[in-house]
Structures are given as C-alpha cells and as structure tokens.
Antibody, heavy 115, light 106 residues
C-alpha cells in the first residue's frame, strides 16, 4: 500500500541547515508528485514546495531562497534542505503524495529550532 | 499569491447538527479547492477534492460546494468522530491553505 515516512533530526540550531528525507513505498516517484508541507505548533498548514514526477521542482516564493528539494528515485526518497533556520521554522514537516490532491501523507516529523 | 480566508475559525455544534465551513479565495480558483480534516496529533486527511468530489472512504455526510471565489464544506449530521480541525486548500495557482476551523462538540 501507499506509504510515506519522513525522517530527520528533531533538533536544529538556529542558522543551521535542516535536512529531511521522505521515503515512499507503494508508488513510483516517476509517476507521482511529492510535496512538502509544514505546520508550526498549534497553527495552520504551509505549502513549501514540490518534486514533480519528471524531476522538476517548484517552491513557495516565501521560502524559495532557502529551500531545495531533490530526489533519489533508486532509493524511493525525496529530500528537503532548508538553510538559515530560525525559531519560527519550528514545527511538524510532512511529505505528501499528489493524485489530483494530497491523497496520502506521512506521519510528519517534528523539528525544533533551538540552541 | 492567492489568499484563502476561512470561517469560522472556531465552531461548537451538537451531535446531529448540520455544520458549514466556508472558504473565500482572493480570486477565482475555478473549483480547484480541497477540504482536509486533521485530528489532534495526526496528519491531515483528504475529504473532498476539486470542490465536490468525495474522496474514497469518506462518509457521505461530508459534501462540498462552491464556485468562483466562494466554497463550502458541509457536514449534514455531525458525529462525535468529526471533532477535528478542517482546512481548505486552493491549488489553482500554487497552493494556499486556509487558516483552519476547529470543530468541537457542544
């Protein structure tokens, strides 16, 4: 069945770079788009960016200067890297598959930005 | 960028009530509007896609409507398991979520 699972460090220091991995199963990264969405504690959802099935990427304009999304199709993994982290980057980070809409989501990974 | 205004931000209703949640886009989004349900501590779950299409496995008490800039999620008869926060999402131009509606039982 379709599954997505995020992994990465739970704690990142301010000004450092966040690196997250989304490992997928049950579908091919060359057939579906995978997006990243984040949620600060107790707040709403923010679309961050996407990896298209053909390898193209697209980013939220507010994050574009700090964000990079890449993939390794042989490992069924999509990567997120965001630099210059600040405390307001604290939150839960989700990867999600798109089939018309965000139909499958990972469980999310909590990231805290703190010294 | 398209902005989404969701209302109300908080809603208290009784079991069996008809509940409506609204989202207004800052421009025409051509029915590219989805609804998601998020229970505490869980990832969001897709309920309705492209305004009025019920996702597989979602109870028929959930429905969506709208066009242009104005969209509505309706729960025809509220059940205890519907307690959650609901978000709209436009995907006409990039992606923008509404701020959410927290639904509680009265």
């Amino acid at each position: 069945q379709v599954q997505l699972k995020e992994s990465g460090p739970g704690l990142v220091q301010p000004s450092q770079t966040l690196s997250l991995t989304c490992t997928v199963s049950g579908f091919s990264l060359t057939s579906y788009n995978v997006h990243w969405v984040r949620q600060p504690p107790g707040k709403g959802l923010e679309w961050m960016g996407r990896m298209r099935y053909n390898g193209d990427t697209s980013y939220n304009s507010a994050l574009k200067s700090r964000l990079s999304i890449s993939r390794d199709t042989s490992k069924n993994q999509v990567f997120l890297k965001m630099n210059s982290l600040q405390t307001d980057d604290t939150g839960t980070y989700y990867c999600t598959r798109v089939n018309w809409s965000f139909d499958y989501w990972g469980q999310g990974v909590m990231v805290t930005v703190s010294s | 960028d398209i902005q989404m205004t969701q209302s109300p931000s908080f809603l208290s209703a009784s079991v069996g009530d008809r509940v409506t949640i609204n989202c207004k886009a800052s421009q025409n989004i051509n029915k590219y509007l989805d609804w998601y349900q998020q229970k505490h501590g869980e990832a969001p779950k897709l309920l309705i896609y492209n305004t009025n299409n019920l996702q597989t496995g979602i109870p028929s008490r959930f429905s969506g409507s709208g066009s242009g800039t104005d969209y509505t999620l309706t729960i025809s008869s509220l059940q205890p398991e519907d307690v959650a926060t609901y978000f709209c999402l436009q995907h006409s131009s990039r992606y923008t979520f509404g701020a959410g509606t927290k639904l509680e039982l009265k």
